[in-house]
């Protein structure tokens, strides 16, 4: 998605410290105004082998806004009882809480992704140890200073993974060579180790995009949804098929200045619940300029301008299924498989 977006940043009082964090602890911790709960975890991330209450707010006007223009980190000492905050001076689409011992010294680290949405499909990661208290971020994997990854390229995927029979663990991170989804020549997997006060790589691997591979029967199996009121069509990956579903109005509370609001929701195994994998709202020129800077990030980003209509995307906030459940796993592959970049079009008149 060649997505054009306004980040704001947001200052919170109160909390500076030295370094890339922004932290404090005490007794009397009051969050500031605009943070909204995303997700929240119960483990010992201190060392006092007590659990801790780690809570990862996002910053925006409101709950439902799907960008989050700052992260903030709350974690309550379960055994003293105070807070410890961390702003990741960060933001993005849909981040996630990872809990794991990442430096392997007996104590669990707390590690946040997001997605930044835009066309390359990279992610931001923020990893850090609480380890007596004292928060402290991780670097990042690279194989040099100040490099990300194996080809300093930025990460599309970074998460924990066990690394030997002792459970040590460690993270893989997936790289995509090329600027784009679309131009995509390669992707490359590599494990690391936390050695010596650094990532150590261990391994890597090297694969073909998977629409290259001729022995894939999926990929030529497309559909093409048209809405000719909307003036747009998209390209529906193949393994969308008998997964979702399309719901089209003219009139949503959630975009109340939008002409026309498509939705693409990913339906259950069993019919019985569905969720947004992505929105397309279609603003006139003028409305659209009536939005704050704000409003404009908080909705999406647009992905085309064409005779004074601007067409705008909304990704999900998070995956709203259990990550490592059949529901969570398709609804992650879908995302993903939808290279919007490309499967976007607008209408011919």
Do not use: C
């Not at 947001?10 to 007794?27: E, H, K, P, Q, R």
């Not at 992704?113 to 499909?121: E, I, L, V, Y």
């Not at 995927?157 to 131009?183: F, W, Y």
């Amino acid at each position: 998605m060649n997505i054009k977006k306004v980040l704001t940043s947001t200052m919170i009082a109160s909390l500076v410290l030295s370094g890339t964090a922004m932290a404090a602890s005490n007794n009397s911790f009051k969050l500031p105004s605009n943070m909204h709960k995303l997700v929240q975890k119960q483990v010992d991330v201190t060392g006092d082998k007590k659990a801790d209450v780690i809570t990862l707010y996002g910053h925006k006007e409101k709950k439902s806004d799907v960008y989050n223009d700052d992260l903030l980190l709350v974690i309550q000492n379960s055994k003293t009882k105070k807070t410890t905050s961390v702003s990741l001076n960060d933001g993005g689409y849909s981040p996630e809480l990872l809990i794991q011992d990442l430096n392997n010294d007996k104590v669990a680290d707390i590690m946040v992704n997001a997605d930044t949405g835009g066309s390359g499909g990279y992610i931001t990661s923020h990893i850090y140890t609480l380890k007596n208290n004292k928060p402290s971020e991780i670097s990042l994997p690279g194989i040099a200073k100040g490099k990300i990854g194996v080809e300093g390229n930025g990460f599309i995927k970074l998460k924990p993974i066990v690394l030997n029979k002792k459970d040590t663990h460690g993270l893989q991170g997936v790289e995509r060579v090329g600027t784009t989804a679309s131009d995509t020549t390669s992707y490359v997997t590599s494990n690391w180790k936390w050695n010596k006060g650094k990532w150590e790589l261990i391994g890597k691997k090297i694969t073909k995009p998977k629409n290259e591979s001729n022995s894939s029967k999926d990929n030529v199996k497309s559909t093409i949804y048209k809405n000719s009121e909307a003036n747009f069509s998209v390209e529906i990956p193949s393994s969308w098929n008998g997964s979702y579903k399309v719901r089209a109005e003219k009139s949503d509370s959630m975009y109340p200045t939008a002409k026309h609001v498509v939705y693409f929701d990913y339906t259950t195994k069993d019919k019985k619940d569905s969720q947004t994998l992505i929105a397309i709202s279609v603003f006139a020129q003028n409305d659209w300029n009536k939005l704050s800077d704000d409003d404009k990030s908080q909705i999406g980003g647009t992905i085309a301008e064409e005779n004074g209509m601007i067409y705008v995307v909304t990704t999900p906030q998070s995956n709203p299924f259990d990550s490592q459940s059949a529901d969570g796993k398709k609804f992650d592959q879908m995302y993903g498989d939808l290279n919007l970049e490309k499967a976007f079009s607008i209408l011919k008149k």
